[in-house]
């Protein structure tokens, strides 16, 4: 079995806390999980992997990423779907790189629906997330990305055509919106260049810019940290867990 898993002991909001994937190739992997009790490897399930932003990270401590409400929300949508937030290092190539390598051992040993393969990621994780579509875009059905920048190059992702939603506040007081704006600009380009019609890339990729007000009705007036209101938005957790043909 390539690396194997040394499962937690703790539980916090439903998720098991500090499970460890030992990897050969990329170390150490923490994350937390949600597993359903009716898992049993007969049918295939959906998977979620959600990556949280700086303060969630594991030198933050064990269950610091259970502060956001993304990987919790998310169980909403689909009771037959395993949920993974992992508590990575950073958000650059070594955690982009762990990130599928954990993608990739639930494909591998878990009965998993492939057509139903989730990516999320909040702030830093949304630059890690990025940095798993340059690298490796096929492996996910849709990546939601909240209060960030793209890190990332394009290029794999636009011929993927796996979906995109970014979304942030107009004033994010970390990153500002201009980042995702651009990175919307890039895609829909590269789509254009291919020949798709106007109507086809806004199936693949969405920008969504909120107004101070979308906030403060949330109870936040930083719109960086009012980012986390994204988890609780059906109209932006269902885009997610939808249909994406």
Known sequence: MPGSITV????????????????????????????????????????????????????????????????????????????????????????????????????????????????????????????????????????LCCATQWDGEMTALAQAKTPVYLVTGEDDSYYGSQPLKDAYQKLHDLYLAEGLTESEIAELVTLDVKKQKYFTDSGFTDQHIGGQAFAKDESIMGWLFGEHE
């Open 8 to 143: 937690g002991t703790q539980m916090q909001r439903g998720f098991i806390q500090n499970n460890i994937l030992h990897s050969p190739e990329h170390g150490d992997i923490h994350y937390s999980s949600y597993i359903p009790k009716s898992y049993d490897g007969s049918k295939p399930y959906a998977l979620f992997v959600t990556l949280p932003g700086w303060e969630g990270l594991y030198f933050q401590g064990v269950g610091a990423n259970m502060v956001e409400d993304f990987g919790v929300e998310s169980i909403r949508y689909n009771s037959a779907m395993i949920v993974l937030s992992p508590q990575l290092n950073d958000w650059g190539e070594t955690s982009a790189e762990q990130a599928i390598a954990l993608t990739e051992y639930f494909l591998t040993h878990y009965t998993i629906d492939p057509d139903k393969v989730y990516l999320h990621g909040y702030s830093g994780g949304g630059e890690t997330g990025s940095l798993v579509m340059e690298k490796r875009p096929e492996l996910f059905t849709a990546f």
